[in-house]
């Protein structure tokens, strides 16, 4: 099983409504990464937070850790069309080098 | 520009033909991996390098060679390819493989074993 599992596998949102996303995890971890992906293409990195921190913004996206809950959430506010794309967390547990990828949540924002 | 460059980006081959992807980055950086995709299973990690001729394996390094000759360069090999290794691979670098590092990835290969 997946160290980092997204919720829900799949979102289907209007453009400008705002898309959350979760992330739940088993283990102690450093950080967690969000990445996104479209689709067939390479992953890129959105943002990192790292344990000792609860929420991050980066432009329109505001990440959540709870790691008492071992969850994190990824928060796209007033989606866009181009915001289609799969996103997953990513989290490198402690005393491991890789990162290790939930299977992702695949965001489809009707224009 | 920053990149990771992957080739080739799509392969058709057949069982038990040898073949290698390769994977360059110009970003200096020591850290290279590599990973497969698959649907349902997300990303796992193959292999990774921490540096030149530093080499270890991943959660599924098995009928998988990979090689750092040079930083630039981490080629995965297969050997002997069968059909359960189709899949999406990509390289990925980051500058030393520190855990609060980003990954840089390639734009992917997707293999096909026939």
């Known amino acids: 099983s997946q160290q980092g599992e997204e919720d829900p596998q799949a979102l289907s949102i209007q453009e400008g409504e705002n898309a959350t996303m979760n992330c739940s995890y088993k283990?102690?971890?450093?950080?967690l990464q969000w990445y996104r992906q479209n689709s067939g293409r390479g992953l890129v990195h959105l943002i990192l937070?790292?344990?000792?921190?609860r929420e991050k913004h980066s432009g329109r996206l505001r990440v959540t850790l709870d790691t008492s809950k071992k969850s994190s959430s990824l928060l796209i506010t007033a989606s866009r069309a181009a915001d289609t794309a799969s996103y997953f967390c990513?989290?490198?547990?402690?005393?491991?080098?890789?990162?290790?990828f939930g299977s992702g949540t695949r965001l489809q924002v009707q224009p | 520009e920053a990149q990771v460059t992957q080739n080739p980006r799509y392969l058709i081959t057949v069982t038990g033909k040898k073949l290698t992807v390769t994977c360059s980055q110009n970003?200096?950086?020591?850290?290279m991996s590599w990973y497969r995709q698959d649907p349902g299973l997300g990303l796992r990690q193959i292999y990774y390098?921490?540096?030149?001729?530093?080499?270890d394996k991943g959660d599924v390094p098995e009928g998988y060679k990979v090689s750092r000759k040079e930083k630039r360069n981490f080629p995965l090999i297969l050997e002997s390819p069968s059909p359960n290794q189709t899949s999406l691979y990509f390289c990925?670098?980051?500058?030393?493989?520190?855990?609060?590092?980003?990954?840089?990835f390639g734009s992917g290969t997707q293999l096909s074993v026939l």
């Open positions: 990925a670098s980051s500058p030393q493989g520190a855990t609060n590092e980003k990954l840089f």
């Open positions: 283990t102690s971890i450093n950080n």
């Open positions: 937070i790292r344990s000792n921190e």
């Open positions: 990513a989290t490198k547990m402690t005393g491991r080098r890789a990162l290790t």
């Open positions: 970003m200096n950086h020591e850290y």
């Open positions: 390098s921490m540096n030149v001729e530093v080499t």
